[in-house]
Nanobody, 115 residues
Framework: VQLQAFGGGLVQPGGSLRLSCAAS????????MGWYRQAPDNQRGLVAD???????NYGDSVKGRFTISRDNIKDTVYLQMNDLKPEDTAVYYC??????????WGQGTQVTVSS
């Protein structure tokens, strides 16, 4: 599977960005699609993920501000990020998990929140 992420960039505090990640290739049997992030000197951690059935799961720091969604026809996962804060600055990575348990990561996309 290939994962291509789009949508990172520079935004002011309080602003919004929308990330998308499109899967191609072996897309059958993808269970969970999601986003993780890693800031300098920090471990990579969950932002949000969503099951094939559409059940979302959010990291505590983004609840109420970020919304994850998924288009199973386009094999694409989206992350709408609102009310962005400087602490949201990180490289954001797309991840897919198959029903077999296999996981794949996309290339990262930089999100910078700064005035």
């Amino acid at each position: 599977v290939q994962l291509q992420a789009f949508g990172g960039g520079l935004v002011q505090p309080g602003g919004s960005l929308r990330l998308s990640c499109a899967a191609s290739g072996s897309v059958f049997s993808i269970d969970v699609m999601g986003w993780y992030r890693q800031a300098p000197d920090n471990q990579r951690g969950l932002v949000a993920d969503i099951s094939e059935a559409g059940t979302p799961n959010y990291g505590d720091s983004v609840k109420g501000r970020f919304t994850i969604s998924r288009d199973n026809i386009k094999d694409t996962v989206y992350l709408q990020m609102n009310d962005l804060k400087p602490e949201d600055t990180a490289v954001y990575y797309c991840k897919v998990t198959y029903y077999t348990g296999d996981t794949y990561w996309g290339q990262g996309t930089q999100v910078t929140v700064s005035s």
